[in-house]
């Protein structure tokens, strides 16, 4: 009796979800449009980076976790400049987060609840933004607005809501304005049953990402293909591809299956039909540039094979292309993957089974 209740709990939580309705799908406009690559540089690196982001088209910011620091390289893979260093001085990181530049400046995030401003030319150190409280994703906008990712932490569901806030200064003192509706993303979703009195619970930690183009915010949570904006306390959807999510939300089922279920649970599982349901990521991250539009990376695994697929989308919407990146890596914070997009240049990191560490560089472009 107890072994019926627990598996009855089971398909509770993996079925009961409303799932999409095939009818209702809406099918994405596809433009005229093709991308074309073009690689233009590759450099070995001998450090495995938490992120990568360009300067003025013709430079990399690489961070580096063991050591708090940003290091800035040229093409060629010649190390020019360092930002930051482990301690608790000015100028200095305790636990080093997410980075940006903007007009001449570089902002290191401390996890710990502070912001350390550099000039890139000179590798002062500017000031120190002390905000307080764990934000991630630092992103600033060309007029000089600061964003970050803020949540709160929800112990009865283990889930964490998430947001993007505005950091502003007011009587000497950093202080939160909420731009972006929380998302709710969940550190424990899947409950199956692993066996004699057992409950396993399956982590898929999903985190919402953004950036921010023209001072508009775009955001996108990783359990839905649906990426918004925000402009002037307006909302609107951009990208909504069900197709995608119906068929990642299908190959990640099978890479449950595969993972984490017992041979018994298994084949109860397969005399289920399956449908789509919210509870399995979908994208990674995505970027955007004026000149490119979307990149939407998708990371999966397969027989621990890292699989990865980027979709092209205009800036309207409109679905243009996809590609695959062999041996691409990417950071274990989805939303920090180790890629980058500005204007027109893309930049990410391989890792081969050799174990060697690159730096590709690649000039997009769009043709008719």
Known sequence: MRKNLIFAIIFFFLYTITPTSFANISKIKKSTTHLTRRRISKFEINY?????????????????????????????????????????????VRELGTFCTSRDKIYINDWNGEIEVFDINTTKNLKTIKYGKFGDDINVSANGDI???????????????????????????????????????????????????????????RQMVYRILNDKIYWGYP??????????????????????????????????????????????????????????????????SKEIGFLIVTLYEINDQKNVEIRNYSIDGKYICKFSIPKFYMCEISRNTSATLSKDMFAYITESEGGSIHVIIEKLKMTK
């Not at 088209?57 to 708090?68: A, D, G, H």
């Not at 806030?165 to 972006?180: D, G, H, P, S």
């Not at 909504?240 to 984490?260: A, F, G, H, T, V």
């Open 48 to 92: 495995l980076p938490g992120q990568i982001r360009f300067y003025k088209n013709n430079y990399i910011f690489l961070s580096y976790y063991s050591e708090n620091k940003v290091f800035l390289y040229d093409f060629n893979g010649e190390k020019i400049r360092e930002f930051g260093g482990k301690g608790e001085g000015p100028g200095e």
């Open 147 to 205: 964003y970050l990712i803020f949540g709160e932490f929800n112990r009865r569901t283990l889930s964490r809501k998430e947001y993007v806030a505005k950091l502003f200064e007011k009587k000497n003192k950093y202080q939160i304005k909420k731009i972006t509706p929380g998302y709710e993303n969940e550190f424990i979703k899947a409950v199956i049953s692993g066996g004699k009195r057992r409950v396993i619970f399956v982590p898929f930690y």
């Open 223 to 288: 359990d839905h293909f649906k990426i918004f904006k925000y402009d002037n306390y307006e909302t609107s959807m951009i990208i909504n591809d069900e197709d995608s999510k119906i068929k990642y939300n299908k190959k990640m089922l099978e890479i449950l299956k595969e993972r984490y279920l017992s041979d018994s649970i298994r084949k109860r599982l397969n005399r289920v039909k399956i449908v789509p349901h919210e509870y399995l990521p979908e994208f990674s991250t995505f970027f955007l």
